[in-house]
Nanobody
Framework: QVQLVESGGGLVQAGDSLRLSCAAS????????MGWFRQAPGKEREFVAA????????YYADSVKGRFTISRDNAKNTVYLQMNSLKPEDTAVYYCAADRRGQGDTNAYVYEYWGQGTQVTVSS
């Protein structure tokens, strides 16, 4: 049974930092690309960042480029999202997802497995 468990969300002020973690089990983690997506109230789920199976390729939404960093530790079956200079518009539920094709993708439909999400709230 595949499980993706996000953690690290919380309530912070604008300009603060958070690091999200996503621990994976039940899959060959080192062969999967991993992605982070987010969904704000009343909005569609949107791509945030993705990383290829070996970490050699990363992709970011324009809205987070330069502020967020995705990374992975295949020995720990964990993917991270370091979020700096947070803004109120970053407020959302953040989800991690796994794509067995391995290269990384911005399209949510290609991701096979999803976590339950972790809430990030940024106050102004």
């Amino acid at each position: 049974q595949v499980q993706l468990v996000e953690s690290g969300g919380g309530l912070v002020q604008a300009g603060d930092s958070l690091r999200l973690s996503c621990a994976a089990s039940g899959l060959s983690f080192r062969s999967f690309a991993m992605g982070w997506f987010r969904q704000a109230p009343g909005k569609e789920r949107e791509f945030v960042a993705a990383i290829s199976w070996g970490g050699g390729y990363t992709y970011y939404a324009d809205s987070v480029k330069g502020r967020f960093t995705i990374s992975r530790d295949n020995a720990k079956n964990t993917v991270y999202l370091q979020m700096n200079s947070l803004k109120p518009e970053d407020t959302a539920v953040y989800y991690c997802a796994a794509d067995r094709r391995g290269q990384g993708d911005t399209n949510a439909y290609v991701y096979e497995y999803w976590g339950q999400g972790t809430q990030v709230t940024v106050s102004s």
